[in-house]
């Protein structure tokens, strides 16, 4: 791991210190461990599945999409092969 400098602040300590300041100083400030790590660990699990859902969601909309298209584009040529007979 990288050594850090002191006078540098990344965008997660900015957001724990956003969501709950204490919590910040009790583990950037202290460097104490939180008594909840199993259920951090159980959260991180849980959101990594909810975005595979929502990425797997995100593309069959995208299929949906194009498949309607292609139904309008087929539904169009028909009614103009139809109009020409």
């Known amino acids: 791991m990288a050594k850090r400098h002191h006078d540098v602040v990344s965008a ?3 957001g724990s210190w956003d969501w ?3 919590a910040w100083r009790l ?3 202290l ?3 939180p008594g ?6 159980q959260g991180e699990r849980f959101h990594v ?4 859902v929502e990425r797997r969601s995100g593309t069959a ?3 949906g999409l194009v498949l309607f298209a292609l139904g ?3 539904l169009g040529a028909y009614l103009l092969a139809a109009a020409g007979r």
Do not use: H, Y
Not at 36 to 41: D, G, R
């Open 61 to 63: 909309l995208r299929i």
């Open 31 to 33: 460097g104490l461990r």
């Open 72 to 74: 309008l584009l087929a």
């Open 20 to 22: 709950c300041p204490e």
């Open 49 to 52: 599945r909810t975005a595979a």
């Open 12 to 14: 997660s300590e900015i």
């Open 36 to 41: 909840n790590e199993e259920q951090l660990a």
């Open 27 to 29: 583990g950037q400030g």
